[in-house]
């Protein structure tokens, strides 16, 4: 079971770091700034993937998974 929970704990670190590397190429690509809010929401992504990858680093806690709570509560 930790294993499987290690896994979606990965997938959702490594989907989080995609969208992000998505993101800042197409500001670069594109050569534009980000508004307010985009820059709002990347920041709560980080904080988001930063709490899985808390789980990856240190075992599964609750405190972890609210760390990626709080932050997608703060994206909203």
Same mark, same amino acid.
Request: net charge positive.
């Given at each position: 079971?930790? +294993?499987? #929970? &290690?896994?979606?704990? /990965? %997938?959702?670190?490594?989907? %989080? /770091? %995609? #969208?992000?590397? #998505?993101?800042?190429?197409? *500001? ?5 700034? @980000?508004?307010? =809010?985009? +820059?709002? *929401?990347?920041? /709560? =992504? ?10 990856? &680093?240190?075992?599964?806690? @609750?405190?972890?998974?609210?760390? +990626?709570? $709080?932050?997608? $509560?703060?994206? #909203?």
């Amino acid at each position: 079971m930790t +294993s499987l #929970v &290690r896994l979606g704990n /990965a %997938i959702g670190a490594a989907g %989080i /770091a %995609i #969208v992000l590397l #998505v993101a800042f190429g197409m *500001q670069f690509a594109l050569k534009e700034l @980000p508004c307010p =809010l985009c +820059s709002l *929401q990347r920041v /709560a =992504l980080v904080l988001c993937g930063f709490g899985f990858l808390l789980n990856l &680093r240190f075992g599964v806690q @609750p405190l972890h998974y609210g760390l +990626s709570i $709080l932050a997608a $509560l703060f994206g #909203v």
